[in-house]
């Protein structure tokens, strides 16, 4: 999971986790090292999850104008 992770450092991501039902932690991923990764919100604050909790790591969806969609279904 941690190479895998490593290929979404600096993007903007939604990543699910097992405690997250219906939506996820959205930010930049900013480190990913061998038991988790630094996340960055929108806020400025910053978050370290563990990989070992992470499901799924998703780039967040941009509209055709490069914008951000404002609802994300999934």
Not at 20 to 43: A, F, L, R, Y
Not at 47 to 68: A, C, Q, S
């Amino acid at each position: 999971m941690k190479e895998l992770a490593k290929q979404f450092t600096g993007k903007d991501c939604i990543i699910y986790t097992v405690t997250s039902n219906d939506s996820g932690i959205q930010g930049v991923i900013k480190e990913v090292d061998d038991g988790g990764m630094i996340i960055e919100k929108k806020s400025g604050e910053k978050e370290i999850i563990n990989l070992d909790f992470v499901t799924r790591i998703r780039e967040y969806p941009l509209k055709k104008n490069g914008k951000k969609k404002s609802i994300v279904l999934d």
